[in-house]
């Protein structure tokens, strides 16, 4: 465990964000009254929200640049509600990216979050583009190559990668590093590492991944739920699968794409899915995946508020968080 307080390389922490109304009946906390910043790692150990403020990855993707803004927007989407947590909450910043220099910040947020698993909290990042994701399961893998020193045979971490997302994020990283190859750069990881790549991807668009991401996918032994799967029917057998999923693994990562979601939820993004996943089948999913007992880290990435309506984007951002962190200590 480490208890370096932060110093100048450490992300700038900005509080400003944070306002809203007060009510005047007791016990009536929202988060803006209820979070505070995370100055000291040393603080007792709860949820920290990290921002990455990046979009090179996108841009490298030809999507639609601005989720650079996003951190700032979700904490004003999720400053004003109410505040449920049994444990306390922390602001730790943001890690911003520079020009195109993508690869720097994901090796800065690689580091942070290390950090912040190793004090004992509960790391949720704020994207970004979705190539905040290989900075973050990059500092889980830090934190966890500390407790699996021999790093062979059943000493190897069972690390499950669980990705709401209409897109695999399986592109080839030898033609360009970008937001759509986060996972592909993990499985090479984990092959160099000598560890299992268990990875479900939740909320696919087959209209909006090639076959041959397809074929990776099933090289790659993926759990693949298509959007048009996810429906109140059959929801249950889904939550199941996830289960058993998670029953594999030790540890599991959660990253959420808020292209997931409809375009009429969520506008705000670099690709908005003419389909999608709505909000109220994310939820159960996610419920099961905080309620394991195994979550050690979260990331909601390409939230554009350049192209937000009415802040429905951030405002869905705001409530899987809210969701995410209920009852988590």
């Given at each position: 465990m480490t208890d370096r307080t932060m110093t100048e390389s450490a992300p700038t922490i900005e509080m400003s964000a944070w306002s809203g109304?007060?009510?005047?009946?007791?016990?009536s906390l929202r988060w803006h009254q209820a979070i505070r910043p995370l100055d000291d790692?040393?603080?007792?150990?709860?949820?920290a929200l990290l921002g990455f403020a990046c979009d090179a990855g996108v841009a490298r993707n030809l999507g639609r640049p601005g989720a650079a803004g996003g951190p700032a927007a979700l904490r004003r989407a999720l400053a004003p509600l109410a505040w449920h947590r049994q444990g306390p909450a922390y602001d730790a910043g943001d890690i911003a990216c520079e020009g195109d220099a993508m690869e720097t910040a994901q090796a800065r947020l690689a580091e942070r979050v290390a950090d912040l698993l190793g004090a004992g909290h509960?790391?949720?990042?704020?994207?970004?583009?979705?190539?905040?994701a290989f900075g973050s399961w990059s500092g889980l893998a830090r934190h966890l190559e500390a407790?699996?020193?021999?790093?062979?045979?059943d000493t190897v971490p069972?690390?499950?990668?669980?990705?709401?997302?209409?897109?695999?994020?399986?592109?080839?990283?030898?033609?360009?590093?970008?937001?759509g190859t986060p996972f592909a750069q993990i499985a090479d990881a984990c092959q160099d590492r000598g560890w299992p790549f268990r990875y479900a991807c939740l909320g696919v668009?087959?209209?909006?991944?090639?076959?041959?991401?397809?074929?990776?996918?099933?090289?790659?032994?993926?759990?693949?739920?298509?959007?048009?799967?996810?429906?109140?029917?059959?929801?249950?057998?889904?939550?199941?699968?996830?289960?058993?999923?998670?029953?594999?693994?030790?540890?599991?990562?959660l990253t959420l794409d808020l292209?997931?979601?409809?375009?009429?939820?969520?506008?705000?993004?670099?690709?908005?899915a003419a389909r999608g996943v709505p909000l109220a089948l994310l939820?159960?999913?996610?419920?099961?995946?905080?309620?394991?007992?195994?979550?050690?880290?979260?990331?909601?990435?390409?939230l554009n508020p350049d192209f937000d309506i009415d802040n429905r984007t951030a405002r869905a951002a705001a409530r899987l968080i809210h969701q995410l962190t209920l009852d988590v200590r």
């Amino acid at each position: 465990m480490t208890d370096r307080t932060m110093t100048e390389s450490a992300p700038t922490i900005e509080m400003s964000a944070w306002s809203g109304r007060t009510d005047p009946e007791p016990d009536s906390l929202r988060w803006h009254q209820a979070i505070r910043p995370l100055d000291d790692l040393a603080r007792p150990a709860g949820a920290a929200l990290l921002g990455f403020a990046c979009d090179a990855g996108v841009a490298r993707n030809l999507g639609r640049p601005g989720a650079a803004g996003g951190p700032a927007a979700l904490r004003r989407a999720l400053a004003p509600l109410a505040w449920h947590r049994q444990g306390p909450a922390y602001d730790a910043g943001d890690i911003a990216c520079e020009g195109d220099a993508m690869e720097t910040a994901q090796a800065r947020l690689a580091e942070r979050v290390a950090d912040l698993l190793g004090a004992g909290h509960l790391p949720i990042v704020l994207g970004g583009g979705h190539e905040v994701a290989f900075g973050s399961w990059s500092g889980l893998a830090r934190h966890l190559e500390a407790r699996y020193p021999d790093n062979r045979g059943d000493t190897v971490p069972r690390v499950g990668i669980i990705n709401l997302d209409a897109h695999f994020d399986l592109r080839d990283p030898a033609h360009v590093r970008s937001s759509g190859t986060p996972f592909a750069q993990i499985a090479d990881a984990c092959q160099d590492r000598g560890w299992p790549f268990r990875y479900a991807c939740l909320g696919v668009s087959r209209a909006a991944n090639t076959r041959a991401l397809f074929a990776r996918a099933t090289e790659l032994g993926v759990l693949v739920r298509e959007d048009r799967e996810i429906d109140a029917r059959r929801l249950d057998g889904i939550v199941r699968d996830l289960q058993r999923f998670m029953a594999r693994c030790d540890h599991l990562y959660l990253t959420l794409d808020l292209d997931v979601l409809p375009a009429a939820e969520a506008p705000g993004v670099s690709a908005p899915a003419a389909r999608g996943v709505p909000l109220a089948l994310l939820e159960p999913l996610i419920e099961a995946v905080r309620d394991s007992g195994k979550l050690r880290l979260a990331d909601l990435a390409e939230l554009n508020p350049d192209f937000d309506i009415d802040n429905r984007t951030a405002r869905a951002a705001a409530r899987l968080i809210h969701q995410l962190t209920l009852d988590v200590r």
